[in-house]
């Protein structure tokens, strides 16, 4: 969909405001450009933002036409690394002259978005990296960039914006040795964390990440609480069900909200477990129990990916990460008010590298198995759909019992019967 926008990217020197070129878009469709940012890159340097790092600068003009502006809703302005590793962080500030309107500087996952208003405006976009762990990060990082109108759809009546949560297919697997995580590592040659050798046995690890989006109406929403400064082994969460008045509706005690001793901050307990299951010769799982199965991993969920990518009813990044792992600013006196979520049109994607994202494989023969992740197993939070919960998809294991493991995702990935 455009926006009436004018975008001018800026790739080599930066000439004079008056003197770059750009391109107008006046209709209901999107507007996109294409980047890269490069650390300590002297071109641009004018904003505090820019002034440590070095920054990718474009221009955006907002010129609605009056059947566009005069509807509910937003500007969309977003960015997403390409070909990028997940510690290749972006971040992006929005200034209007000199004054900075917007600031979009999660650092983990691989998009950020903020909106505007549908106001007539010019602005200038500061795009630079921002990563959780600067020492991992690339030099330099391609990304994307999106400009779109995002009109709030009227409700007749009041409703509860419920969220759905649809299981995504694994996009990578190995046995390939993880980098270390806080103070967890993995002995040289080892595809398994020493946590997961000591408290699973593990020997042999088929790691792989995990991805879900949320494709419903609403927000998965996530609230939680301890006193100020304690973190209990185990807290209540309830999810808080918004409506479409702008109200909410908390329900209390959906699932068990443990601290992560490793990862230092909650999970929401046993919010999705994979499992390998032998198939037959039309790759449908076979018999009565699965193969091997993974431990039900918690997750800390956020907008990492913006998986409606130049579609419309996304909305505003809400949930960014590393957010989950502190409290609310505006936490009560004397407590410590947690959230986490993902918002409309937006995923959340746990990396093969991190902890427990694992299954541990070393009693299997060499074959074909069928990858199955199911989230909300027990389906705790209320949803739109739950048969969106579970996928397969085929993955071949060679070398397991010769010592060079080599995992192959295979294809077509398929919801679970």
């Not at 983990?108 to 600067?134: C, D, E, H, M």
């Not at 919010?271 to 799982?285: I, Q, T």
Request: net charge negative; with cysteine; proline share 10%.
């Amino acid at each position: 969909m455009v926006v009436p926008v004018l975008v001018s990217l800026l790739t080599a020197a930066v000439p004079a405001a008056a003197d770059r070129p750009g391109v107008v878009v006046d209709s209901d469709r999107s507007a996109s450009w294409r980047g890269w940012v490069v650390q300590d890159d002297p071109r641009v340097r004018d904003v505090p933002e820019c002034r440590p790092v070095g920054c990718d600068r474009a221009d955006v003009a907002v010129r609605l036409p009056a059947r566009l502006r005069d509807r509910p809703g937003g500007v969309e302005l977003a960015i997403r690394a390409v070909g990028a590793t997940p510690d290749d962080s972006l971040g992006f500030a929005v200034y209007q002259g000199g004054r900075r309107v917007a600031l979009a500087d999660a650092q983990i996952g691989t998009s950020r978005s903020v909106w505007l208003p549908k106001t007539t405006a010019r602005y200038t976009v500061y795009v630079f990296q921002n990563p959780f762990v600067p020492e991992l990060a690339s030099r330099t990082v391609r990304y994307e960039g999106l400009v779109e109108n995002e009109d709030s759809r009227a409700e007749p009546e009041p409703r509860d914006l419920l969220p759905d949560l649809e299981a995504l297919p694994q996009r990578f697997a190995t046995f390939d040795t993880p980098p270390p995580f806080f103070g967890d590592a993995a002995e040289p040659g080892s595809s398994c964390f020493r946590s997961e050798v000591e408290e699973r046995d593990a020997r042999l690890c088929l790691r792989f990440g995990q991805a879900m989006a949320n494709t419903g109406d609403g927000p998965v929403d996530v609230r939680y609480r301890t006193p100020a400064g304690q973190r209990p082994d185990e807290v209540p969460g309830a999810q808080r069900v918004h409506r479409s008045d702008g109200t909410f509706t908390d329900v209390p005690s959906v699932g068990a909200m443990h601290y992560h001793a490793i990862h230092s901050h909650y999970h929401f307990e046993d919010f999705s477990v994979s499992e390998l299951w032998a198939v037959d010769a039309d790759g449908r799982p076979t018999g009565t129990s699965p193969a091997a199965t993974g431990k039900k991993n918690g997750f800390c969920m956020a907008d990492t990916e913006l998986a409606w990518w130049d579609r419309k009813g996304n909305a505003p990044q809400t949930y960014p990460a590393p957010r989950c792992l502190d409290p609310e600013p505006d936490s009560p006196p004397g407590v410590d008010a947690f959230k986490n979520g993902i918002a409309r049109g937006w995923a959340d994607e746990y990396w093969w590298a991190l902890p427990d994202q694992m299954i541990e494989v070393s009693g299997l023969a060499d074959g074909t198995y069928a990858l199955v992740t199911r989230v909300d197993p027990v389906n705790r939070l209320r949803e739109l759909d739950e048969g969106d919960n579970c996928v397969r998809v085929p993955i071949t294991l060679t070398g397991l019992a010769a010592g060079a493991p080599v995992a192959t995702l295979g294809s077509p990935a398929v919801p679970c019967d």
